[in-house]
């Protein structure tokens, strides 16, 4: 009866351990059921990667930057920035200097990387750019602009212009509801430290908040929420780089 039973007992051994081999090598059950079960427990240790949103692009970058790649037009000198390049009338405050405005309002350093092509266009003996408080104000760190900023330079000088970097403007604390001033004030000062640094034989940094801003940041009278300026505050902008806007 025992011998029997270790008979019957070895059997079912050797069928599970059959069945077992079997359903891995031919995926019958429980083979797929077992590895499902094993990939779901591995899946589970991993973290679940974070998909990087590609920056979204409003229409109005979108039908400028368009506009700018397939204009075709060749200044001596090209605005590069964000609405407060943008809201400028450059050829009006500089009439015999062939200015192109490639300005746009909301723009941010990686923004005009993506449409470098369309300011590399224009084939400008001198480029002035400033940029910054938009990346600033949707969460980018400091570092992350400064980088940018020097490629922006890079290509600049590269294409054969002679680059100008204006400071990155603060804005003014009182007035500015709509943005939060006070907490990026700090940031704007830490890139303007970076962007003078970058000052040589080939880049040259003009400080306009020098002349547009104060102890309160932005000046009150040059601005009319705290960010963009008014008319007296671009007809100090273009005291502050009328010398550079000279034939050389």
Known sequence: MRAGLVVSALVVVVLAFAWGYFAGRLDVFPGPEI????AGVRDAAQPTPVAVQ???RDSYWREKASFFATSGAHADVVMVGD???DGGEWGEMFPGVSIANRGIDGDTTDGVLE???G?????AK???VMLGINDLSRGRDVEAVFADYRKIIARLGQSGSRVYVQSTLLCNQKLATAYSCSANSGKVVQLNERLARLASKEVVFVDLNGV????GGLKAELTYDGLHLNGQGYRLWKGAIASYMRPD
Request: glycine share 0%; charged share 20%; proline share 4%.
């Open 212 to 215: 547009l801003a104060d102890a």
């Open 126 to 128: 001198k480029a002035f």
């Open 54 to 56: 590609a920056p979204q």
């Open 83 to 85: 609405s407060i390049t």
């Open 115 to 117: 449409r470098m092509d």
């Open 35 to 38: 590895r499902a079960l094993s």
């Open 119 to 123: 300011i590399l266009a224009v084939h």
